[in-house]
């Protein structure tokens, strides 16, 4: 049907589309580019009442201690539970990913390609937890090559968000 290359080109394609469907969908969609700038928030609050609750602690005052620990429950828990639509809209996700890799496999079952270099790829097995390859078929291209495109598509999108500057102390 397709030569090699032509497959590879493909693959690749469907591979960035789906990475930058992917993130779409669960950061901006799901809501959790919102969730993750909320977290940190909330974790610099916690930095502030771990520190007074320290400093509660070392003078042996019971009572601000119990309402530094309840308010750091709340957050924590207030932190479990905002990340939990993101993960919700996830999973339906990881089913399509197994129907892309269902077709990709009855499309090009003949295809493979042979890196220059081997791959770790995690194994279910004890024993060899981790199997380098450097040889791929429809399926593990596909992910490698959306791997590859989510990876660039963080280093782009976090350069194009100002950093703040640290304040010095």
């Known amino acids: 049907m397709f030569d090699s290359a032509t497959i590879t ?7 960035g589309v789906y990475a930058g469907v ?3 969908i669960v950061y901006e969609m799901a809501g959790l580019k919102k969730v993750m700038e909320k977290n940190k928030e909330m ?3 916690m930095k502030k009442i771990n520190k007074k609750y320290i400093d509660a602690a070392k003078a042996r005052r019971d009572n601000e201690l119990r309402g530094y620990e309840e308010k750091m429950n709340k957050m924590a828990v207030d932190m479990m539970k905002s ?3 993101p993960m919700l ?3 339906p996700l990881l089913f399509v990913s197994s129907f892309i890799a269902t077709e990709l496999r009855v499309l090009f079952s003949d295809y493979s390609i042979a890196l220059p270099f081997s791959l770790p790829v995690p194994q279910a097995s ?3 937890f981790i199997n380098w390859r450097d040889t791929f078929g429809p399926v593990g291209w596909f992910w490698i090559m959306f791997m590859v495109f989510s990876f ?3 280093v782009k999108l976090d350069s194009f ?9």
Request: glycine content about 2%.
């Open 89 to 91: 809209v996830t999973i």
């Open 43 to 45: 974790q610099a609050e």
């Open 22 to 24: 992917f993130r779409y």
């Open 83 to 85: 990340q939990l639509m």
């Open 126 to 128: 004890v024993e060899n």
């Open 9 to 15: 080109i493909l693959i690749a394609i469907f591979g």
């Open 152 to 154: 660039a598509s963080q």
């Open 161 to 169: 968000i100002p950093k703040k500057k640290q304040e010095s102390v």
